[in-house]
């Protein structure tokens, strides 16, 4: 049996009133109580604690709970970790950490009594048994491990950071092609009326494509991380405020993919803009991800009302939008039914531990 008094357990949560509540409940446990209010917080209660069981929410602004779990792996494997939650669909929650090895799941409103106090006593005493587990291993093997781990790492970022450079090139150097296409193309114009127009023209297009740019090849917030379908679903409701549920169609179980979402994000949030900044309604959104072979493909679909603006800026930027979202792994196509526009994104996907999906 653990001696409780020995141990050290971390609550993370955004919401003061929580942190309150569960201060006042576990007032007479014997076991040292720390209480933070962010991710960045916890990672400093690290560097100068051993904690034995981290409790922390899922959605917290800054750095989620999943990204913190996620370093405190890496830090601290022998922590054992509890997750707080308003989820109430478990599958969701298992996609969304299954890969942090979480011990147990509290889903708000908790029981004190019978979870809370019970999950911690348990979770201690798991991490008494990890502990000494992982004493008996040899810690040179355990220093060759950690050294190969951060090699592996570094090279994945960085071949993937040379691949994403080398296809920014290439869309830059097709951008200035159509630039200067469309420069030349003002000599052909008499008055200088038509030419000042034609001028604009461009500069407006130029715009539009260096927009698109900067969003899809973000190199300053450039990072892999892991990610579901789900997670996908919920930043687009956000976005678009939660006006339109994204249908999901997912495999069973859903697939964990490593991959730059924040590119990926970059493309879908351009496609929802069409309609969004011309004042025109989704009327439906579905993410479906299928396994083909060597690779996982993802389908994003929207269904949104349209205009004449919208399907002249359409007409414009369609072969540029498609040829950079084909130089990142993915095709982009649209039509026109009955005054509505129907958009299909399809994206080749990533999971973790291969350059390249396999779904086998």
Do not use: C
């Amino acid at each position: 049996m653990s001696d409780l008094k020995q141990h050290k357990v971390l609550i993370v949560d955004d919401e003061v009133e929580i942190l309150k509540a569960l201060n006042r409940g576990l007032y007479r446990e014997p076991y040292e109580k720390i209480f933070v209010d962010s991710g960045a917080k916890a990672l400093e209660v690290f560097a100068s604690h051993e904690i034995s069981v981290i409790i922390t929410d899922m959605r917290m602004p800054g750095m989620n709970g999943l990204e913190l779990l996620e370093m405190i792996a890496d830090i601290s494997p022998n922590t054992v970790k509890i997750v707080l939650t308003g989820y109430t669909k478990l599958p969701q929650i298992l996609a969304t950490v299954n890969n942090v090895d979480v011990f147990k799941f509290l889903t708000k409103p908790w029981n004190l009594e019978s979870e809370v106090k019970v999950y911690i006593r348990e979770a201690i005493d798991l991490y008494d048994n990890n502990k000494e587990i992982s004493g008996l291993l040899n810690s040179e093997e355990k220093k060759k491990n950690i050294y190969q781990k951060l090699l592996t790492d570094g090279y994945e970022k960085v071949d993937h950071f040379m691949n994403l450079y080398e296809k920014l090139v290439k869309v830059i150097n097709y951008h200035h092609l159509i630039t200067v296409e469309e420069l030349r193309s003002t000599k052909k114009l008499m008055s200088a009326e038509m030419i000042i127009e034609k001028l604009d023209e461009s500069i407006r297009h130029l715009s539009v494509r260096m927009n698109f740019i900067n969003r899809v090849f973000d190199f300053s917030k450039y990072a892999l991380k892991t990610f579901t379908l789900s997670d996908i679903a919920n930043i687009i409701e956000k976005q678009i405020d939660y006006k339109i549920h994204v249908e999901t169609e997912t495999l069973s179980p859903e697939v964990v993919y490593h991959d730059n979402l924040k590119q990926l994000m970059g493309i879908l949030a351009e496609i929802l803009d069409f309609p969004l900044l011309n004042r025109l309604a989704i009327e439906k959104i579905l993410l479906k991800e299928e396994a083909r072979e060597a690779e996982y493909i993802l389908f994003f679909k929207m269904i949104s009302q349209t205009d004449y603006q919208m399907i002249k800026a359409l007409k414009e930027n369609h072969q540029f939008v498609k040829m950079v979202i084909q130089s990142v792994g993915g095709i982009v196509d649209y039509e026109i039914v009955d005054e509505k526009l129907f958009i299909t994104v399809a994206y080749r996907m990533k999971i973790k531990g291969s350059a390249e999906a396999d779904p086998s």
